[in-house]
């Protein structure tokens, strides 16, 4: 996890560093005498070699520090750290909903399969997948808080101003895994395991909640934690469309105002999330699959 | 078989002119044909015939679990110990008799099955003795820690040390399976017991071990079985009758010396011939040329005609009727009208 997370900053910072502008001309403005500007230069550090700065930056990391941010002149963690809680509790619950949601539609297409129910699940995981995240959200705000006047379209602290943002986020995993749960569901109900518990005298429905449910399971954890990946980086558009507060907003701004610093700081933030979350997925697997757990055991023992 | 014969209770299962059709839109699969089958108490009836035949249909449609589409028998009955699992209702369909959680009770309890395929017959996440303890706790009222030791009985039954009631599927290899499927079967001492391939997937030195263990359980709790199979050296070592299928209807039906000794229908005959012969290895094999016919699109007469070398006028137009040659030995096949006895074909 860490070396993933290492890697990844490396490559923001190579990006960042290779994109053209000079951050000490914003932050001093135009009249800065050019003496002042060389000295602000080495002071930011940024006149090393790119190894350097990149050791030097690591090194910083591992003892709590983002550094300081090229735009407030503060340290990055400040403004960081004020919009993290509002992008996890956001990401969070929309994958949440979304898995809360996706997977009893999933198991319902596939025990139903063929029906209309089955074709309407299907349809609308296909609108899912395929609809863009900053769309959805634009045609929620649309019709939720312009057209029908229910929901807040920005963010203003209520509960209900973080309706449309977790629908929005979450749509794109919902789709994804509703589909995949249902094509898992519909393999494994016709597996030879789920006919030798019927022949054995077990329910219909305990066969497919018991027997068959966790074993379908997996694919759409797998899913889920790949798609996590896509329902953060939601985050950048979502924050923007709805005005909230947090990292992929901050990231933005960063971006535009060419604040390395902080860019970095919110890279390092998400990729270290998502590593979090795929790790859990991981754990998750092993805990539901012996198969897999074996392999993890065996593993650890070499 | 005599008529009187029918009306003792020994009689364990009685399959009457079974027809089992999956009806898609495009087209309907005859998979079973009208076919009869009759076991008695503690005997073990064969049932051979080539993949597509209609063997695991007709053990699917004992316990009711004939897969989408058709979902049950589309006429016919079947009587298991006296209980009637399918009836015929005023329009002449076929209905099942029962609720389905009185099948539920039946399945496991007094029918279980043994699948072909051990490698994914068990669940993979559940460890083996949960699964055999599932089965005891369906059917009898004890509590897991009973249910559990029940398992472990089991498993010291078939072979396997108890310890290894906690492992899971992925931990045993095939044979080993296979012996767990058949103690799962074996949990709550079903009168019948419908073996499917059994062995088909093991290799030969397993296959030898679990067929002896299967013969001597059956022995020791006097359980009647339905032997499927396409292997006669397996109805030669276990079976008191024998029932040769093709095409979703049985040809010929006799214990087992009519059908090892007194051979009648030329499938029958194609498939000895397709054995290899021990005494005479450099003997040819002779295969029955050509393929089943396709179950959706059958023949108008005889469905073996097309790959018979006895082959007649008549067969290509007209379905044999079933016909007697002796008290225990039946055949559907022209060659035997008018009484003829062809007795060397």
Known sequence: MIPVVIAVIFLVYGIMHMTPGDPVAVMLGADATPELIQETREALGITDPFLVQFANYVKNLFTGHFGTSWYTGRDVSERLFAAIPYTIKLSLLAMLVALVLSIP???????????????????????????????????????CSLGWGILPSAYDGTWKSYVLPTITQGFNMLASVTRTQRSSMLEVLSADYIRTARAKGVSNFSATYKHALRNAIIPSITVAGLNFGTLIGGAVAIETVFAIPGVGRLMIDSIKLHDTPTVIGCMVFVSVMVSVINLLVDLLYALIDPRIKAQYLKGGKK | MSNDMNKTNDVMLDIKNLVVEFKTEDETVQAINGIDLK??????????????????????????????????????????????????????????????????????????????DPMTALNPIFTVGDQIAESVRLHQNV??????????????????????????????????????????????????????????????????????????????????????????????????????????????????????????????????????NIEDRKAELKPIRGLMPNPADLPKGCAFCPRCDYAMEICKTVRPERKWLSETHCVECHLYDDGKDVSKL
């Open chain 1, 105 to 143: 539609m999933g198991v319902l297409a596939a025990v139903k399969h063929n029906s209309l129910g089955d074709y309407t699940i299907s349809i609308f995981a296909m609108i899912g997948v395929s609809a863009p995240t900053f769309w959805v959200g634009t045609m929620l705000m649309l019709l």
């Open chain 2, 39 to 116: 076991i008695n108490k503690g005997k073990t009836h064969g049932l051979v015939g080539e993949t597509g035949a209609g063997k695991t249909t007709t053990a699917l449609s004992i316990l009711n679990l004939v897969p989408f589409p058709a979902e049950k028998p589309t006429a016919g009955t079947i009587e298991l110990d006296g209980v009637h699992l399918y009836k015929t209702n005023e329009k002449g369909e076929c209905v099942p008799a029962l609720t389905e959680k009185d099948y539920q009770s039946i399945r496991g309890e007094k029918v279980a099955m043994i699948f072909q």
């Open chain 2, 143 to 276: 509590d897991q820690a009973k249910a559990m030791e029940r398992a472990r009985e089991m498993l010291e039954l078939v072979g396997i040390p108890a310890k290894r009631a906690d492992d899971y599927p992925h931990q045993f290899s095939g044979g080993m399976k296979q012996r767990v499927v058949i103690a799962m079967a074996l949990a709550c001492n079903p009168s019948l017991l419908i073996a499917d391939e059994p062995t088909t997937a093991l290799d030969v030195t397993i296959q030898a071990q679990v067929l002896e263990m299967m013969r001597g359980l059956r022995d020791k709790f006097g359980t009647s079985v339905l032997m499927i199979t396409h292997d006669l050296g397996i109805i030669a070592e276990m079976c008191d009758e024998v029932s040769v299928m093709y095409a979703g209807r049985i040809v010929e039906y006799g214990n087992l010396e009519d059908i090892f000794d007194n051979t009648r229908h030329p499938y029958t005959q194609g498939l000895f011939n397709s054995l290899p």
